[in-house]
RNA sequence: UGGGGAGUCGCCAAGUGGUAAGGCAACGGGUUUUGAUCCCGUCAUUCGUAGGUUCGAUCCCUACCUCCUCAGCCA
């Protein structure tokens, strides 16, 4: 491995606090965990909590568990969370121990449920989900007690055993946790802590018609494994008193923190799971995998790396403040890390045909595939009277500063000749379809003598260049912030040129990839063979993961 | 109009009583057979606003403004 320069890490409210702790000996190593519910696929938000919660336990030689919140089984599956896990794998990290479940702890759950009640802190109340609301109070109205508030212990044991029976109907009675109808906090409103629902669970089966509530199954879930920071988003914020009233009410000895970060907005794309679930289910997007998704999957299949994607999460830090990041920010991570891994070849994605008038003589040459990396190795770059360069490497008339072919002008082929464009023929509506160009024999791996060549463009050689797919992707949406207006549907901002196909040519050296490999293509941007339609030899399909950078066509 | 949060460069983000880190972007310049990479340089007299305390404030106090968030038997 390369022995980069260990980068101090940038300071976070988290660490700050992760090191007082420590040197306060509150704790000999730290315990975080990612807790996913399985009822959708991972996105780019998850990525930075992936990051930050393992990322975290690696830096200071602690653990981070996976483990789902596996309570609500009506909206789970299966397939959600054995994505989940390659997706988490697939980012580079490994949790600790086995995967966890909330569902695990049904049994430790239901038995902390009576030591509630018995305490008279919980009861168990009749009231419809409607009343419920009513009598919840308003922002600024406080609640009023539920009439079954104040049943006995013993009523509410005895019913609460019944819900777990399956003596009554779904949504009949809920178990409440007893706090105050009054709280200007309306999550300690007497929260449900239990529901009945008879509902297939993924891991329980039919075992259980009554299912934790989050807020109550968290907390308990975080203190049995041991975790000592529970880093979470924002909006959970209002729901940490809650979170310290179930710990401090139990016979539980650990009782881990819960801190809150702001989650992630990236400029020109959403990280909602709701609208993105939007996207798939009306077709707007080809899947969950679509590589203009900002899931996990989506962006893999983009060819974003994993380590690219570390490297974005650990540049848009932590806070808690609100943020909007600029998808420069991700484009330049990921740049960063296929600039050193991705080998250079040439593709040609508009193709426009030269002839070469003077091709006799002419030679082939080695080039590297990487002109930092000579591991990486060479191969022929295969030269021919006909060939393919990219049709906006040509101007009849060039805007000031053209570097690129033109009428009457000479421009270096990669690795190979210099070429004179001597004549561009036209179709019937005047269109450029070839050129006739001569090259300068003298010219091959060495500078022309007497002149200075600025430009170089790519090209292929007709006969040897493969047919390829090449798939081109770009934003998503039209404007930054697509979902920021409440009043406009995000998806009236949909990018209709996010994707488009493209027939092209490639060179051969790239015939047998694999899917998922990497590549630049020379002057173009970074390129990956298609995760799931690429065929090594028989059919190549290229993703465009992202763009080089370029001082050019901006100006 | 209740509760809980947040406001530091275009976008992120440190700093939290001693005179504004860093990254991304942008802009100059150098190297270059990728208008890429790489290198070098520039880029907040100022920290939401107004007062106050202090020798000294982004940091402490007061008031105000703006934005986010909470009324699921979802997580």
Sequence with gaps: MSSAPLLPTVSNFIRTIIDNDLAAGLHKNIITRFPPEPNGYLHVGHAKSICLNFGLAQDYQGKCNLRFDDTNPEKESEEYALSIQEDVRWLGFQWEGNVHWASDYFDDLYRFAVELIDKELAYVDDLTSEEMREYRGTLTLPGKNSPYR???????????????????????????????????????????????????????????????????????SDALEGITHSI?????????????????????????????????????????????????????????????????????????????????????????????????????????????????????????????????????????????????????????????????????????????????????????????????????????????????????????????????????????????EIRLYDRLFTVAEPDADREVDFCSYLNPDSFTIVWGWVEAAVQDSTPETAYQFERLGYFCTDRRDHQPGLNLVFNRTVTLKDSWTKS
Excluded at 152 to 178: H, I, P, Q, W
Excluded at 200 to 217: A, E, S, V
Excluded at 275 to 289: E, Y
Excluded at 427 to 443: F, K, P, Q, W, Y
């Design 232 to 468: 979470c988003t924002l909006e959970f914020e209002d729901h940490r008193p809650l979170y310290d009233w179930v710990l401090d009410n139990l016979s539980i000895a650990c009782h881990p923190r819960q801190y809150e970060f702001s989650r992630l907005e990236l400029h020109y794309t959403i990280t909602s799971k709701r609208k993105l679930l939007q996207l798939v289910n009306n077709k707007l997007v080809s899947g969950w995998d679509d590589p203009r998704m900002p899931t996990i999957q989506g962006m893999r299949r983009r060819g974003y790396t994993p380590a690219g994607i570390r490297e974005f999460s650990k540049r848009i830090g932590v806070s808690k403040s609100g943020n909007s990041v600029d998808m420069a920010v991700m484009e330049g991570a990921i740049r960063e890390d296929l600039e050193a891994i991705a080998p250079r070849v040439v593709a040609v994605i508009n193709p426009l045909k030269v002839t070469i008038t003077n091709y006799e003589g002419a030679l082939t040459r080695e080039a590297d595939f990487h002109p930092n990396h000579p591991e990486f190795g060479r191969r022929m770059v295969a030269f021919g009277p006909e060939l393919f360069i990219e049709a906006d490497d040509f101007s009849e008339l060039p805007p000031a500063g053209w570097k690129r072919l033109t009428l009457g002008g000479e421009v270096r082929l990669r690795h190979s000749y210099v070429m004179r464009c001597d004549e561009a023929i036209k179709d019937v509506d005047g269109h450029v379809i070839e050129l006739r160009c001569s090259i300068d024999h003298a010219t091959l791996g060495k500078n022309p003598e007497g002149r200075k060549v600025k430009g170089v463009i790519h090209f292929l050689s007709c006969a040897h260049a493969l047919p390829a």
């Design 150 to 220: 104040d049943r006995s212990v013993a009523e509410n044991l005895d019913l609460f055993a019944r819900m777990k029976a399956g003596e009554f109907a779904d949504g009949a009675r809920v178990l409440r946790a007893k706090i105050d109808m009054a709280s200007p906090n309306i999550n300690l409103r007497d929260p449900a802590i239990y529901r009945i629902r008879r509902a297939h669970h993924i891991r329980t089966g039919d075992k259980w018609c009554i299912y934790p509530m989050y807020d109550y199954t968290h907390c308990i």
